[in-house]
């Protein structure tokens, strides 16, 4: 504001300054008090984000690999898998501009964004029991038998069964004992379920789970004031790391408790967390007569395009889709690498295994998710941060993703909007990683399996994806 009007509306004492400036600052601290979020309020805005995690990481990490799996078998787990992610994506990348738009729209006495996460949540639990009851499980005959054999015989079975030319070298050789190898290629599947409504159901998963989750990102920004973000975001990261966290710990006892019942204990969870953040926010009635332009052909149009015409915005897009195309490519075939590729003890199941090693990994970036939320907010910088989240680990980017991209938002009335377009920046990488991903890892170990050719390039193209991202951050200009 110019000083020469500020002279003009307000008396001088004889100090030079304006009677009225200390009614004026206490008025003003007392309104910048009043817009703050407690920690607690803070905690409970950000608790859906917990089950939401947990339900999402031993779904795509443990329930949803290892039952399609038990469908489909070992030959074609990692396209078959690549393709139901992708479709999945794709699905998301259709439906989430549209729950974007009608959230910033939604007429209700109880708010914009609320009603949208309650009836997402029931659609979304109503499918995941779909999923549970459309492969229920599988069992190994003689699994036993041939927990410890030797892992290139193991990761090669399905070549040799298609090779007996090959089988009989290996024979002749004496390379592996043919006794432990005719008794794993003796096992039969024996699957329970169906491939094409698991497949149905899982696509109506990650519908609603855009359902839910678009809608909850507004809420977030609607009510976190631009002074918290960080440490929002930093309770967000911590809420998204415990979750996965939660979801590892169910993990570790998947296979003794069974299909139905994890995802019994994930739905619960699930609805718990959601409802408890509902009932703790208090959102402003929205009526129809604030809607300000009707949905068009060409509105949707723009929905996609329009917000990755700002720069900062392109560029955070650009950063977290690379970010995530890494981590989509390791935690998608984690499980498949610990079971071809590591010797397990005491005949660990991969489901076991997976939640052993992410137990630990994901605690420290939890805590170091709040650590870098609250540094954010008191240095008011976010670039050093993503920057050193390529060295210092997942937590530090965790931990002010969702700043960053609040400070670059291109308008403030289109919210969910301009969020359910970051969003597709998670999305769209399940699209294009997980089948390059599977058709990757299936081609080279086809081509050399006993090498495990196949993990060995799947995780250097995920190393590339890391060093990208971390160093187009520095292109973004209004975050410093």
């Not at 204990?265 to 409802?275: A, D, N, Q, R």
């Not at 015409?309 to 890494?326: A, C, K, S």
């Not at 590591?342 to 660990?348: D, I, S, T, Y």
């Not at 993703?401 to 597709?424: C, G, N, S, T, Y």
């Amino acid at each position: 504001m110019d000083d020469s009007r500020l002279k003009k509306r307000s008396p001088i004492n004889e100090k030079g300054c304006p009677l009225d400036e200390k009614l004026y600052l206490q008025k003003s601290e007392e309104a910048f008090s009043s817009n703050q979020l407690s920690k607690t309020g803070v905690f409970f805005l950000n608790l859906s984000w917990f089950g939401m995690n947990a339900m999402y990481l031993i779904l795509s990490v443990e329930v949803v690999p290892s039952q399609v799996h038990a469908l489909v078998g070992s030959e074609m787990k990692g396209q078959i898998f690549g393709a139901m992610v992708a479709l999945g994506a794709v699905v998301t990348f259709i439906v989430s501009p549209l729950i974007g738009i009608h959230s910033d729209r939604f007429a209700s006495p109880f708010g914009k964004r609320r009603p949208l996460m309650v009836a997402g949540t029931v659609l979304l639990i109503i499918s995941l029991f779909g999923m549970a009851f459309s492969a229920p499980g599988s069992e190994r005959v003689k699994a036993n038998a041939t927990c410890s054999i030797d892992l290139e015989l193991r990761r090669c079975t399905t070549f040799y069964q298609n090779n007996l030319t090959l089988l009989q070298n290996i024979a002749l050789n004496s390379t592996f004992n043919s006794t432990v190898l005719l008794e794993l290629m003796s096992q039969q599947q024996v699957a329970t379920g169906s491939l094409g409504f698991y497949f149905l159901f899982y696509l109506c998963v990650m519908a609603c789970y855009a359902i839910v989750a678009l809608p909850y990102n507004g809420l977030i920004a609607d009510q976190t004031p631009a002074t918290q973000r960080g440490f929002s975001s930093g309770v967000m990261g911590a809420m998204t790391l415990f979750g996965n966290l939660a979801g590892a710990v169910i993990g570790f006892f998947f296979n003794k408790i069974g299909v139905v019942p994890t995802y019994s204990i994930i739905s619960g969870l699930y609805f718990v967390c959601v409802v408890i953040t509902v009932i703790s926010c208090s959102e402003k009635p929205s009526y129809v007569n604030e809607v300000k332009k009707k949905i068009d052909t060409k509105m949707l149009f723009s929905a996609y395009w329009g917000p990755l015409r700002e720069h900062d915005f392109r560029w955070v897009f650009l950063t977290r889709f690379l970010m995530q195309q890494g981590v989509a490519t390791v935690v998608g075939f984690l499980e498949y690498w610990l079971g071809d590729m590591v010797e397990l003890p005491a005949c660990w199941t991969p489901e076991k295994a997976v939640a052993v090693i992410l137990l630990p990994l994901l605690l420290s970036a939890a805590i170091f998710s709040v650590v870098g939320g609250f540094l954010s907010d008191k240095l008011r910088k976010r670039k050093p941060l993503v920057i050193g989240s390529e060295g210092i680990g997942f937590g530090a980017y965790s931990a002010i993703d969702f700043a960053l991209v609040l400070d670059v938002l291109p308008d403030d009335r289109d919210i969910a909007k301009d969020l359910a377009v970051w969003h597709q920046a998670l999305v769209l990488p399940q699209a294009i990683a997980t089948p390059i991903g599977g058709i990757v890892l299936d081609g080279f170990n086809h081509v050399n399996c006993h090498w495990g050719l196949g993990y060995i390039i799947l995780f250097l193209i995920t190393c590339i994806y890391f060093a990208i991202s971390a160093y187009m951050v520095r292109f973004i200009r209004k975050a410093k």
